[in-house]
């Protein structure tokens, strides 16, 4: 399969596009040139150690050492996620909620994968479960932060309404509807999105990489639908069990708004 090798200087000559867009946050006074650079130097740094990693760990063919690797990437995305809202609860459920969601949506869906669609020998070949885990996981981890920050901050904003509710003798769900409904379709948009614009608005990630790495178009159609596919389950799963368990936190056996138990910041 043929394919073209890139150079240290092509990766340079494409990071010359930051400079640009730092010296047009300094002119036009956006501030955003400090977080850009840092970003983007936090990029690089990452996908090194990230590319080394799986080098090691493609030559080993571990169970063991692939379930370590899913599970720090779990633990990474669910401080991101947690850190992605304004409000979020007190404790370890802060963390510990959306953390779960996406173990338990990006675990099934990519093990499901790998054991049927796939076919990998062994299934738990880090060469595909790695990656498969990785573009559920990212885009599960948007959609539940999404979905846990719109459904908590309209508990917050939207309190004298929601007890209102509950004091005309409404259940918390019911009194909760509203926001459930928002908070559910916001952590879904991306992905609808997502899946809307493929093909006509923009070539997905994947399907480029393996046009460019000398894959037949049409093989690599297959394979990006699959992952589109995945990916709507995987987040759809997240987003639903993330919101759900969030609301029963956010109530009590008094069927109380219990705002107390959140945290700005």
Avoid: C
């Amino acid at each position: 399969m043929n394919y073209i090798q890139l150079s240290y200087w092509d990766i340079a000559l494409a990071a010359s596009f930051l400079t640009v867009n730092a010296g047009l946050s300094i002119y036009y006074g956006l501030g955003t040139e400090r977080r850009l650079l840092i970003a983007a130097a936090r990029m690089v740094v990452q996908l090194t150690l990230v590319g080394l990693v799986l080098k090691a760990l493609f030559a080993t063919v571990s169970p063991w050492l692939t379930l370590l690797v899913g599970i720090a990437m779990v633990a990474f995305a669910g401080r991101e996620a947690m850190a992605r809202q304004e409000r979020t609860f007190i404790g370890f459920w802060g963390y510990g909620l959306g953390t779960a969601s996406m173990l338990a949506a990006a675990g099934v869906v990519t093990v499901f994968t790998l054991s049927t669609q796939v076919h990998a020998d062994p299934w738990y070949d880090p060469r595909y479960a790695i990656p498969i885990l990785g573009m559920i996981l990212g885009n599960t981890m948007t959609g539940v932060s999404l979905a846990l920050d719109r459904l908590l901050s309209e508990a917050d904003n939207g309190r004298g309404r929601i007890e209102a509710r509950l004091a005309l003798g409404h259940t918390f769900r019911q009194a909760m509807q509203e926001p459930l409904k928002g908070a559910m379709r916001a952590g879904l948009i991306p992905t609808v999105n997502g899946m809307a614009a493929a093909g006509l608005v923009s070539l997905p990630g994947m399907m480029t990489g393996q046009i460019l790495a000398g894959v037949d178009p049409v093989e690599a159609v297959k394979y990006q639908l699959l992952i589109m596919f995945l990916i709507a389950g995987g987040t759809a799963l997240g987003v639903f069990s993330a919101t759900m368990v969030a609301l029963r936190r956010l109530t009590d056996a008094r069927q109380r708004l219990r705002l107390d138990r959140l945290r700005t910041g």
